[in-house]
């Protein structure tokens, strides 16, 4: 079974400039998710969709940040205009469906904002 | 605000020996607590659950204790090999409402051969 897909694996930008991520979730995984994860913290959720549909965005700084999930697979999270606190790795995992409560990482984006 | 804490310094042990790993929660009701690895540039793997109504969980060398009284959970790694070093997070979790999970900052653990 494919894992977690993640692209790209690094990126390097300026501040105020625009970056996107891409993930593609384990088939059949209802749930996708987005982690922030800075430098010896944990990851911290950004946002939650369930199918095509967001469950939760509530920590999400949507004054900058974006992300969408069509058709209810693919996911794309967006930064316009990055900010040196930015630089992160961002990790997408999914899960089965809600309530099931393990989820699978991808290997993350690490994100450099200079 | 709820708050998790790991061991802030990273753990050496000696290879053969058991690490514990210390999880510690406050203003939390979890109804499930998760530990996860994380290997450098890779994205956290999931390694045991646990139940609020569950004292202990073992998996191969693995060991995982619930104490909701002392609001702690234990991570034993018995036997430790250098392929065990890792950073180990938590992710207590309430049960309720959205699923996403909130992680402590993790423990470091180097097992030295």
């Known amino acids: 079974e494919a894992g977690v897909a993640q692209s790209p694996r690094y990126k390097i930008i300026e501040k105020r400039q625009s970056v996107a991520f891409w993930c593609n979730p384990i088939?059949?995984?209802?749930?996708l998710y987005w982690y922030q994860q800075i430098l010896g913290q944990g990851p911290k959720l950004l946002i939650q969709?369930?199918?095509?549909?967001?469950?939760?965005d509530s920590q999400l700084p949507k004054d900058r940040f974006s992300a969408e999930r069509l058709k209810g697979v693919d996911s794309t999270l967006k930064i316009q205009p990055a900010k040196l606190e930015d630089s992160a790795v961002y990790l997408c995992a999914s899960s089965l469906d809600p309530g099931w409560e393990t989820q699978y990482f991808g290997p993350g984006t690490r994100l450099l904002v200079l | 605000s709820q708050k998790i804490e790991q061991n802030s310094e990273a753990l050496n042990i000696q290879e053969g020996k058991t690490a514990t790993l210390t999880c510690n929660y406050t203003n939390y009701s979890p109804a499930y607590l998760q530990w996860y690895r994380q290997d450098p540039g890779r994205g956290p793997v999931f390694l045991l659950l646990i139940r609020e109504n569950e004292k202990e969980k073992r998996k191969e060398r693995l060991k995982v204790t619930f104490d909701t009284t002392l609001k702690q959970s234990l991570f034993h790694i018995t036997a430790s090999q250098p392929a065990d070093s890792a950073t180990y997070l938590c992710a207590p979790h309430s049960g309720g409402g959205a699923d996403g999970l909130t992680f402590g900052k993790g423990t470091h653990l180097i097992i030295q051969p």
């Open positions: 969709f369930q199918n095509n549909g967001v469950v939760d």
């Open positions: 088939s059949g995984h209802a749930t």
